[in-house]
Nanobody, 126 residues
Framework: QGLLVESGGGLVQAGGSLRLSCAAS???????????MGWFRQAPGKEREFVSA????????DYADSVKGRFTISRDNAKNTVYLQMNSLKPEDKAVYYC????????????????WGQGTQVTVSS
């Protein structure tokens, strides 16, 4: 019904940059511009945590304090894709990064997102 596929993860040195992408497809996302999108991450042994979210039209964004000023979320509704530009990466940013979708309003609670991608690994070496 709906598929979210992340890409762009990899290994980068501390201080480097990566750009994650998440493409949505399937009937669920026929009206992609009615969905808020979020990025979350999960490090080994830790709970999944909020990273960033963007409203359906891109007009509103939110960031975790730990990434504010370093990460930028954006979306291209014509391509059914959301992006996460990650700059000045730190070793503590190492995690599996997931994109998620929910109808209408963006939130920071992962439990409120019904649609999830499989995740992409980000590793930052010191």
């Amino acid at each position: 019904q709906g598929l979210l596929v992340e890409s762009g993860g990899g290994l980068v040195q501390a201080g480097g940059s990566l750009r994650l992408s998440c493409a949505a497809s399937g009937r669920t996302f026929n009206r992609y511009n009615s969905y808020a999108m979020g990025w979350f991450r999960q490090a080994p042994g830790k709970e999944r945590e909020f990273v960033s979210a963007i409203s359906w039209d891109g007009g509103s964004t939110d960031y975790a304090d730990s990434v504010k000023g370093r990460f930028t979320i954006s979306r291209d509704n014509a391509k059914n894709t959301v992006y996460l530009q990650m700059n000045s990466l730190k070793p503590e940013d190492k995690a599996v990064y997931y994109c998620a979708a929910r109808p209408l309003r963006a939130t920071t609670n992962p439990g409120e997102y019904p649609y999830w991608g499989q995740g992409t690994q980000v590793t930052v070496s010191s």
